[in-house]
């Protein structure tokens, strides 16, 4: 069965300095994998997402994140965070024989920049 | 282009009663799902619909039924609420390949009482 980890449920990080999210996955085969960032009583957004190829990926709003296959890690990642930056940020999984693009979801981490 | 949308914002019910939670997209989208969304747990898929005509049980189905109206619409419905059902819902889309983000509404905060 597919299934995500985010160990920390919270990040705290200075306004400038770089940022890590840490993701970790577990699924049969090939995986596809996604980042979405939700802001306080908003929906999810998409933000990036790993299919195949380059195993840094870069995504919106300056995001990337780096595929780890040997590691099954997928750590979101920013070289300088921001004030917006704040809000609760989820790593996804889908295998890739997976039926109906079922998504399997992490719990969730906070991120929190302080200027 | 409003993509994904979900009615209504919020609903109070009592315990025992029944409500119907709305989402249409307007992406020509084959696949649409109904998730729950409560804290420390992220987000639980009740059902999905991979295409027109076809719904399927997610990971927490108990209480809810769907209807897959048309391509644009898949409805929630709760029978008789319970207090456990209390949460926010989230309604999303996504195209026909696998390789597909989903597509988010703004959610539906329900509270039983």
């Known amino acids: 069965a597919q299934s995500v980890a985010q160990p920390e449920d919270q990040v705290n990080v200075a306004e400038g300095n770089p940022l890590t999210v840490k993701c970790t996955y577990s699924v049969s085969g090939n995986p596809y994998l996604f980042w979405y960032v939700q802001y306080p009583n908003r929906g999810l957004q998409f933000l990036l997402k790993y299919i195949t190829g380059d195993n840094l990926v870069k995504g919106s709003y300056g995001f990337e994140a780096e595929f780890n296959k040997s590691q099954t890690s997928f750590h979101l990642k920013k070289p300088s965070a921001l004030v917006s930056d704040s809000a609760l940020y989820f790593c996804?999984?889908?295998?890739?024989?997976?039926?109906?693009?079922?998504?399997?979801f992490g719990a969730g981490t906070i991120l929190r920049v302080k200027s | 282009n409003a993509g994904v949308t979900q009615t209504p914002k919020f609903q109070v019910l009592k315990t025992g009663q029944s409500m119907t939670l709305q989402c249409a997209q307007d992406?020509?989208?084959?696949?649409m799902y109904w998730y729950r969304q409560d804290p420390g747990m992220g987000l639980r898929l009740i059902y999905y619909?991979?295409?027109?005509?076809?719904?399927d049980k997610g990971e927490v189905p108990n209480g809810y039924n769907v209807s897959r109206l048309n391509k644009r619409e898949f409805s929630l419905r709760l029978e008789s609420a319970a207090p456990s059902q209390t949460s926010v819902y989230f309604c999303?889309?996504?195209?026909?390949?696998?390789?597909?983000?989903?597509?988010f509404g703004p959610g539906t905060r329900l509270t039983v009482t």
């Open positions: 999303a889309s996504s195209g026909r390949t696998v390789q597909g983000e989903q597509y």
């Open positions: 996804a999984v889908r295998g890739i024989m997976e039926y109906g693009n079922k998504l399997v």
């Open positions: 992406m020509n989208h084959n696949s």
């Open positions: 619909s991979a295409s027109e005509g076809t719904t």
